[in-house]
């Protein structure tokens, strides 16, 4: 269920947690995680597992210890350990589960360097947690003013608060090194609070304020992607694509991280099929190859010179063709193969759902009606009206 802050303003506008994550049944999480053990009870004698998963802005999770065992459950907000004062966050996953994920981005959790849970956060502490929140956007705001003045190349993306108030993140993007250390002064006077600044690449951006791509989804890096792996413009010559930098840019600017997604199952597909770059040899002339289909295994071929004719063939007899021309072995012609390909292509669908034809507005109807009045009409302006014998 959604979170207690979901809810309208005065205006009627949506008040939100601003968390910047999806409500509905996840409440408010990105990069939730389902835990499918939830239902499932321990083994008699096992003791639960004491670190529980906390995520605090924008996705931004870490593993804490529970040395208190105190009774946790996902969506309750806690007082967490930071490297000065404390943090506030949401727990987002407990149990076994946990486990499972510190093993996955490996994180140890068998050594005594690890961050604990203080307590279960009171009023004064969610109080203080909500003010620091709604000064982000100002402070946001202000800070780009100032790194406008003093001349940074720099783009400032977003702004943490800890929880206590005690210290600010600065996260922002930047093409080449950037030396902010007269930035840093400004903003601890100006702000009053500890800064830090913390670089991050494009992806992490985008995943960070997350979006809608042009497939019409959220962003699969700000829902549930969280390895961000290269990905080349050779995944799409793979795929067939065109190497369109507007259309394979994501809003991250860099190529989307959906290119890899199908790009094993194209390169499985692809080990059956010759090289373009391969000819095939006959009789009537040498052949290049100028499409392929991927899905329904077939090459179309072009003899040199007659580009404009293109015969299509399977990869079975392409591979033929080849196997014949290493071993010496001479071949005709190409359409002795594409013969076997023609198929009638015309399609009859059968009205089986009582619908009305797709063409019934092509053809006007044959108005019989309207014919038979416009000949009474030729006729009487002929012959005039009748008269009384």
């Not at 459950?73 to 506030?88: F, I, K, M, T």
């Not at 063409?359 to 009409?377: H, L, V, W």
């Amino acid at each position: 269920m959604a979170c207690g802050n979901c809810g309208t303003t005065v205006n009627g506008q949506p008040r939100g947690c601003q968390n910047n994550g999806t409500c509905g049944t996840d409440g408010c999480n990105k990069l939730t995680v389902f835990d499918w053990l939830s239902n499932m009870s321990l083994p008699e004698g096992q003791e639960p597992f004491d670190f529980v998963e906390v995520r605090f802005k924008n996705g931004r999770k870490e593993f804490f210890k529970n040395v208190e065992k105190l009774q946790i459950n996902v969506g309750e907000v806690l007082a967490v350990q930071a490297p000065s004062g404390h943090d506030v966050g949401i727990v987002s996953l407990t149990g076994e589960l946990v486990r499972i994920q510190m093993k996955k981005k490996k994180v140890p959790f068998d050594t005594d360097d690890f961050q604990k849970i203080y307590r279960k956060a009171n009023t004064r502490d969610i109080e203080v947690w909500e003010e620091v929140k709604g000064r982000e956007d100002a402070i946001k705001v202000k800070s780009r003013q100032i790194a406008i003045r003093l001349g940074l190349q720099m783009k400032i993306s977003d702004i943490e608060f800890q929880g206590d108030g005690s210290k600010a993140t600065f996260y922002y993007t930047a093409e080449d090194r950037v030396d902010f250390r007269q930035l840093i002064k400004e903003f601890a006077q100006e702000f009053r609070t500890r800064i830090e600044m913390r670089q991050i690449g494009f992806r992490q951006e985008a995943s960070r304020l997350g979006g809608i791509g042009s497939c019409g989804r959220e962003l699969c890096c700000s829902t549930w992607l969280t390895d961000f792996r290269s990905v080349t413009t050779s995944a799409a010559r793979y795929q067939q694509l065109s190497l369109n930098p507007q259309k394979l840019a994501g809003q991250c600017g860099k190529l989307k991280c959906c290119l890899n997604y199908e790009l094993d199952a194209y390169l499985d597909a692809l080990k059956d099929f010759p090289s373009t770059e391969q000819k095939l040899k006959t009789e009537k002339g040498t052949a290049v190859c100028q499409k392929i289909d991927i899905f329904q295994g077939h090459l179309w071929y072009a003899y040199e010179g007659e580009w404009m004719n293109w015969h299509k063939l399977t990869t079975e007899q392409a591979n033929e063709i080849l196997e014949k021309n290493k071993a010496n072995q001479p071949v005709a012609s190409l359409e002795e193969y594409a013969a076997d390909l023609v198929t009638d292509t015309k399609v009859d669908f059968g009205n089986v759902v009582g619908q009305d034809s797709l063409t019934r507005f092509d053809t006007p109807k044959n108005n019989k009606k309207r014919s038979k009045n416009r000949r009474k009409k030729k006729n009487y302006r002929k012959r005039g009206p009748k008269k009384d014998a």
